[in-house]
């Protein structure tokens, strides 16, 4: 990083001596947003989620990268994807989707993950935007009834 960053600064000088006077601030521009993106990815890196720990009493932890573990739930918005499930966790520093399968996952903990998202309570408004106030609505009927 700190390689592709002073060969940005040398590119830039070189432009300004070069009197290339609007591609050098450009190129400047360019190696502070590579900087910051960096370092703002380093900042966060602790915090991301690396593990879903399943428990027998059926809560679910999550395993941060720092070692770290959080207790997290289930958002109504998760959906069933055939065989696949798309799993929105909501802990303290935010949401994280999780998408679990045959392919990853034990079947035993995938089947207790499929029974425990359908036992849950699906509302229109965890997966429609705004629908919750449409839902005050009176239903028209339809048409073609």
Same mark, same amino acid.
């Given at each position: ?56 009493? #059926? @809560?679910?932890? !999550? =395993? ?5 573990? +959080?207790?997290?739930? &289930?958002?109504?918005?998760?959906? *069933? /994807? ?11 520093? #935010? @949401?994280?989707? !999780? =998408? ?5 996952? +034990?079947?035993?903990? &995938?089947?207790?993950?499929?029974? *425990? /998202? ?11 935007? #705004? ?15």
């Amino acid at each position: 990083m700190w390689l592709f960053l002073a060969a940005q600064l040398l590119h830039a000088l070189e432009l300004a001596l070069a009197g290339q006077w609007l591609a050098a601030p450009a190129v400047l521009g360019i190696a502070a947003a590579c900087a910051w993106l960096w370092r703002r990815a380093g900042r966060d890196s602790t915090t991301t989620p690396r593990r879903l720990l399943l428990t027998a009493d #059926g @809560r679910m932890h !999550v =395993l941060t990268v720092a070692g770290e573990v +959080e207790e997290v739930t &289930l958002h109504p918005a998760s959906l *069933r /994807l055939g065989r696949w499930l798309l799993l929105l966790f909501a802990m303290r520093r #935010g @949401r994280f989707r !999780v =998408l679990l399968g045959p392919d990853n996952l +034990e079947a035993a903990q &995938l089947a207790g993950l499929q029974r *425990r /998202l359908g036992a849950m309570e699906c509302r229109p408004e965890a997966v429609l935007y #705004g629908s919750e106030r449409r839902a005050g609505r009176a239903a028209r009927p339809s048409p073609h009834a």
